[in-house]
T-cell receptor, first 115, second 112 residues
Framework: GAVVSQHPSRVICKSGTSVKIECRSL??????MFWYRQFPKQSLMLMAT?????????EQGVEKDKFLINHASLTLSTLTVTSAHPEDSSFYIC???????????FGAGTRLSVL | DQQVKQNSPSLSVQEGRISILNCDYT??????FLWYKKYPAEGPTFLIS?????DKNEDGRFTVFLNKSAKHLSLHIVPSQPGDSAVYFC???????????FGTGTRLQVFP
């Protein structure tokens, strides 16, 4: 069964609006979750590391004020794309880390289309 | 700068035969490698991993080979089945799996 639940699977919104994506760890408590983005014909690129109870760590080139991450509990992290623009249209996907063995489990992803 | 490369965007294999998916990397500090399979509209599913202290890891029909001197790893699927048709991503990390660097993927099609 699914280890990670991501919602919604698809969002179409108008330019300027904000969109929230949820990522839930179903099988275990996750102190760390990850957010990735994938543009067409490109690889998954890590955007940020979400840490429960503390601020997220963003990768170089990712605007923290545009991509707000909240990891309020051990099973839920949210990514909010603020004031979305067409260039933010992409596939966003989250993952949770499990130790022993070291594996990242991925959600099904969210296809964001900004008109 | 693409640190993990999958130079073959697609591969077509007959059912029952061996599928070999390749991955090259440039960062010699990578010490952990993973393969994921992805179906359309789904997230990547973990397949198999290998640490840099090993050169081979096997799990059922899936075997991953690591050649550190060549900075190359490969995934062998034997025998290939139609259900294996998907996009396969290799990923690498350094010092744990907190930051995975993914390749662009190879689309495998297994035909009857």
């Amino acid at each position: 069964g699914a280890v990670v639940s991501q919602h919604p699977s698809r969002v179409i919104c108008k330019s300027g609006t904000s969109v929230k994506i949820e990522c839930r760890s179903l099988d275990f408590q996750a102190t760390t979750m990850f957010w990735y983005r994938q543009f067409p014909k490109q690889s998954l690129m890590l955007m940020a590391t979400s840490n429960e109870g503390s601020k997220a760590t963003y990768e170089q080139g990712v605007e923290k004020d545009k991509f707000l991450i909240n990891h309020a509990s051990l099973t839920l992290s949210t990514l909010t794309v603020t004031s979305a623009h067409p260039e933010d249209s992409s596939f966003y996907i989250c993952s949770v880390r499990r130790r022993g063995p070291e594996i990242q489990y991925f959600g099904a992803g969210t296809r964001l289309s900004v008109l | 700068d693409q640190q993990v490369k999958q130079n073959s965007p697609s591969l077509s294999v007959q059912e029952g035969r061996i599928s070999i998916l390749n991955c090259d990397y440039t960062n010699s500090m990578f010490d952990y490698f993973l393969w994921y399979k992805k179906y359309p509209a789904e997230g990547p599913t973990f397949l198999i991993s290998i640490s840099s202290i090993k050169d081979k890891n096997e799990d059922g029909r899936f075997t991953v080979f690591l050649n550190k001197s060549a900075k190359h790893l490969s995934l062998h699927i034997v025998p290939s089945q139609p259900g294996d048709s998907a996009v396969y991503f290799c990923a690498a990390s350094e010092g744990g799996i907190d930051k995975l660097i993914f390749g662009t993927g190879t689309r495998l099609q297994v035909f009857p």
